[in-house]
């Protein structure tokens, strides 16, 4: 099968950003300050500027109970729907399907005023792991985000500021077997998820105002994403 040529790029990215992802908060140096929390949910940031430009990385960490990973990374991945959790979009569409785990998307987000409205193209990996703490366990399933060049949407339109993202969603399933035996119902199972994100905003923007849509946004579309799957695979059969 002659090979796409991001496939490679997809590969490298991937295994870098889940290698990222597993490290704790306390590992991968210091600089990680706790920006939110919300019962069970941390959000992390370090203060980063690339060419004067915020461009502060994320680290969230999460856990969640009743679904699994390969739920959340579903809803995360899949075109379908996009729309029913992603609030800050005004347009969304796959541009290339390079394989049925790898899609090139469009999105054009609202714009947050008072920031320019901005634009943004990634390929979107979906991927399962072996658990490597416990062999038989579910398996890790992830979804990486990375920007990416393409020549229908070049990156000087004019209207818009072009954003340059890589985000990588990493989810660990965790069961816990009913004592009796009995077959294992959501009741059983939580989901562990760690989402990293850097998103260097193209054209500069104020850092305080950066910073404020960062910190207001990201524990918003957390929340919202979780629930969404939540409220997507309570009725459905569990996904393992
Ligand atoms: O995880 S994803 O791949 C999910 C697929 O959609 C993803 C997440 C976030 C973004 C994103 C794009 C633009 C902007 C800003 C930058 C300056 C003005 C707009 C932001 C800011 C951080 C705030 C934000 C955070 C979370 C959700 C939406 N908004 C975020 C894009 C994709």
């Not at 703490?133 to 990375?146: A, C, E, F, L, Y």
């Not at 340059?164 to 069961?175: A, D, K, M, P, S």
């Not at 816990?176 to 850097?198: E, F, L, W």
């Amino acid at each position: 099968m002659v090979q796409h040529h991001l496939t490679a790029e997809v590969d490298a990215v991937v295994k870098q950003q889940v290698a990222m992802a597993r490290l704790g908060v306390g590992e991968c140096g210091t600089g990680w300050q706790l920006f939110a929390e919300d019962g069970e949910m941390r959000m992390y940031r370090r203060e980063q500027e690339v060419d004067g430009m915020v461009v502060d990385p994320l680290k969230a960490v999460h856990t969640v109970k009743g679904i699994t990973g390969h739920e959340v990374c579903h809803y995360f991945f899949s075109p379908q729907y996009r729309y029913d959790w992603e609030t800050t979009l005004e347009h969304m569409n796959v541009v290339e399907t390079i394989s049925e785990d790898t899609l090139v998307f469009y999105q054009l987000h609202k714009r947050i005023w008072p920031a320019s409205q901005r634009d943004v193209v990634f390929w979107s990996h979906i991927r399962h792991l072996p658990n490597d703490q416990d062999r038989d366990g579910p398996h890790i399933w992830t979804v990486v985000n990375q920007s990416t060049e393409h020549p229908e949407y070049p990156g000087c339109s004019g209207k818009t500021v072009r954003i340059y993202l890589t985000v990588c969603l990493l989810c660990q399933t965790i069961v816990n077997p009913p004592k009796d035996g009995a077959p294992i119902s959501r009741n059983d199972i939580s989901c562990k998820i760690t989402y990293c994100s850097v998103v260097n905003p193209g054209g500069w923007a104020p850092a305080s105002v950066l910073r404020a849509v960062y910190k207001r946004e990201y524990p918003k579309f957390l929340k919202r994403f979780t629930a969404y799957v939540i409220n997507q695979s309570k009725n459905k059969p569990i996904m393992f």
